[in-house]
């Protein structure tokens, strides 16, 4: 089984600060996706980072592949109350079968 | 755009009794897959389903079943509850085409089961 960890769980910072959520795994994947989830919601798609080394950037979001396809950030800048929720990282494994990482819980405050 | 629909959206359950999940997609996915989602624990994959008429294990199956008699229905079963299984459950679905699997999701069904 393809583990994936997040780290850290949760993450309480104030406005306008910035924060990295980590994605670790001891596995390759062919692709990593960062999902983000809101109380009462499913996760929704952020992006999906494909090559090793790839960086992406979506308006304040920075995502980041590892070279060795194993790992993966996720950087967000100036953070805004908006921003707060659980991300998710889910690695695509064989198949067409995902495997999610344990999630971190952001908390911006205004 | 309804996308992923899922019913109900919060049960209470004995211990022993049944139930059945339904997850309804209109975007004509092929792949449909059901997780649960537990503090800490991410998304975790129960049954997933690569066509109409087929179904196949996850990483958690025991304690389920699924039927995929229409393509566009994912049906979840509980034959006899457990409080183990209380969760929030997530159904989605995608293309199925390699390149990319973005899976779009249902808003989840919370069961508790007593």
């Known amino acids: 089984t393809q583990l994936l960890e997040q780290s850290p769980q949760f993450l309480s910072i104030q406005e306008g600060e910035n924060l990295t959520v980590y994605c670790n795994s001891s596995s390759v994947f062919s692709s990593l996706q960062w999902y983000r989830q809101e109380p009462g919601e499913g996760p929704v798609l952020l992006v999906t980072?494909?090559?090793?080394?790839e960086v992406k950037k979506l308006k304040r979001l920075t995502f980041q592949f590892g070279d060795a396809r194993k790992d993966s950030s996720l950087h967000i800048t100036a953070a805004q109350p908006g921003d707060t929720g659980l991300y998710l990282c889910?690695?695509?494994?064989?198949?067409?079968?995902?495997?999610f990482g344990g999630g971190t819980r952001v908390l911006v405050k205004p | 755009n309804a996308g992923v629909t899922q019913t109900p959206k919060f049960r209470v359950l004995k211990t022993g009794q049944s139930m059945t999940l339904l997850c309804a997609q209109d975007?004509?996915?092929?792949?449909m897959y059901w997780y649960r989602q537990d503090p800490g624990m991410g998304l975790r994959l129960i049954h997933y389903?690569?066509?109409?008429?087929?179904?196949a294990k996850g990483e958690v199956p025991d304690g389920y079943n699924v039927s995929r008699l229409k393509k566009q229905n994912f049906l979840l079963g509980l034959e006899s509850a457990a409080p183990s299984q209380t969760s929030v459950y997530f159904c989605?679905?995608?293309?199925?085409?390699?390149?990319?699997?973005?899976?779009?999701f249902g808003a989840g069904t919370r069961l508790s089961v007593l």
């Open positions: 975007m004509n996915h092929e792949y």
């Open positions: 989605a679905s995608s293309t199925g085409l390699q390149s990319l699997n973005i899976q779009y």
């Open positions: 389903s690569v066509g109409e008429g087929t179904t």
């Open positions: 889910a690695g695509k494994a064989a198949g067409n079968k995902l495997t």
């Open positions: 980072v494909v090559t090793g080394g």
